[in-house]
């Protein structure tokens, strides 16, 4: 076996990088085509890259890395989706990938990194100097048979997001994420890094997402981001005025409804151990746990 070989990762290796994933982490969702966009044209301002490490011309690791721009914690990195496949673990690519990844930051002035580890991961993780810090719960819904379509309260419409204006969107994402647990405040994000990720990506898919319209404003909403017959349950909340309503909780359902009716048959999604709101929704809806992963920081000097 050759040995491996760690360069910066290109658009034609997004096939071979969704298909680690799957191994992987299955159930996260993000498909071939928006794999193949973010590598290609990456996120604006973050100075994103990634690199993916190779062995007789398989893709055989992974990690992406970059500036945190949607917080307004300062000099605040991320080193995303590290992992290696499990026939090729023990061979130091690990440790390589994120010596690539923590040196692209460097350069940038990140002096605090985030990544995240699955349980098993927290000993290499802390070898690191990487600190543990909060848990991330990660859960399935079989859509077989589909949720029904949830009947709209009063002064309440669904709107999928094929009739809305981004901008209101983006507007309702940004109260909502105000008070978003986890280790930094989701405060900073623009409107141009909001229209890349969300709205732009080519995962998303605008007929299942689900808005709830109150008096002309989004009060709710649910993203579905969809490869092939899993969706993944990007982000669904409630903006604060309009809580303690059930909105989240019935958006979601309508998105879900409406994903299913379009072909999905499984969901995912993923809560802050903190997030009880989300949580008990979920568990509400039916979802049951399927992975756990760790947010783990350390300083970057």
């Known amino acids: 076996m050759a040995d491996p070989r760690i360069r910066t990762a290109r658009p034609d290796d997004a096939a071979d990088v969704v298909a680690l994933r799957a191994v992987v982490f299955p159930y996260l969702v993000r498909g071939v085509a928006s ?3 973010m590598i290609a044209a990456p996120p604006p301002g973050e100075e994103w890259t990634a690199f993916v490490a190779e062995v007789d011309d398989r893709v055989v690791g ?3 890395a970059y500036r945190n721009v949607r917080t307004s914690e300062p000099h605040f990195g991320e080193v995303s989706l590290l992992h290696t496949h499990p026939g090729h673990r023990g061979r130091g690519i690990g440790t390589a990938l994120l010596e690539a990844a923590l040196g692209h930051l460097r350069p940038l002035g990140v002096r605090r990194v985030r990544t995240w580890a699955l349980e098993e991961a927290l000993p290499f993780a802390r070898r690191h100097g990487f600190t543990p810090s909060r848990e991330m719960r990660y859960s399935a819904l079989d859509l077989s048979p589909a949720p029904s379509m949830p009947v709209a309260p009063a002064g309440v419409r669904w709107r999928p ?8 969107l983006y507007r309702a994402e940004v109260a909502a994420a105000s008070d978003e647990p986890g280790d930094v405040p989701s405060d900073t994000i ?5 229209r890349y990720d969300v709205w732009e990506n080519l995962g ?5 997402s689900t808005a709830a319209e109150v008096d002309g404003e989004v009060a709710a909403f649910s993203l579905v981001k969809r490869d092939g017959d899993r969706m993944w349950s990007d982000y669904t909340a409630t903006v604060p005025r309009y809580r303690g309503r059930g909105l ?5 359902q309508a998105a879900l409804h409406r994903a299913a009716a379009g ?3 499984t969901a995912y999604t993923s809560n802050d151990e903190a997030n009880a709101p989300m949580l008990a ?21």
Do not use: F, H, I, M
């Open 161 to 168: 997001l094929t009739d809305l204006d981004p901008e209101r």
């Open 263 to 265: 072909g999905v048959r």
């Open 190 to 194: 623009t409107y141009e890094v909001w």
């Open 281 to 301: 929704v979920n568990a509400r809806l039916g979802y049951r746990p399927v992975a756990t992963q760790w947010s783990c920081l350390r300083d970057l000097t």
């Open 35 to 37: 794999t193949r966009q």
């Open 248 to 252: 989240a909780r019935l958006t979601k």
């Open 62 to 64: 992974w990690v992406s």
């Open 204 to 208: 998303l898919d605008k007929n299942a």
